[in-house]
C-alpha cells in the first residue's frame, strides 16, 4: 500500500498504475474512491 500526502489540489497522477494505492488530502471534509482526508488518521490515534 502506498499513501501520497498533499494538499486540497493533489492529484490521482502520482500513484498511476500503482496498485492499492491512496491519495491523502488536507483540507477535504469527506474522501472517495482512492482518496482520504488528511484527519481521519487523528481518529486512529
Known amino acids: 500500500m502506498l499513501a ?3 494538499g486540497r489540489n493533489k492529484k490521482q ?3 498511476t498504475g500503482i496498485p492499492d ?3 491523502v488530502k ?4 469527506a474522501g472517495y474512491l ?3 482526508p ?3 488518521f487523528g481518529l486512529l490515534y
Do not use: C, F, H, R
Not at 488536507?26 to 471534509?29: L, Y
Open 4 to 6: 501520497d500526502t498533499g
Open 13 to 15: 497522477k502520482q500513484i
Open 21 to 23: 494505492a491512496y491519495v
Open 26 to 29: 488536507a483540507d477535504i471534509e
Open 34 to 36: 482512492n482518496v482520504i
Open 38 to 40: 488528511l484527519w481521519q
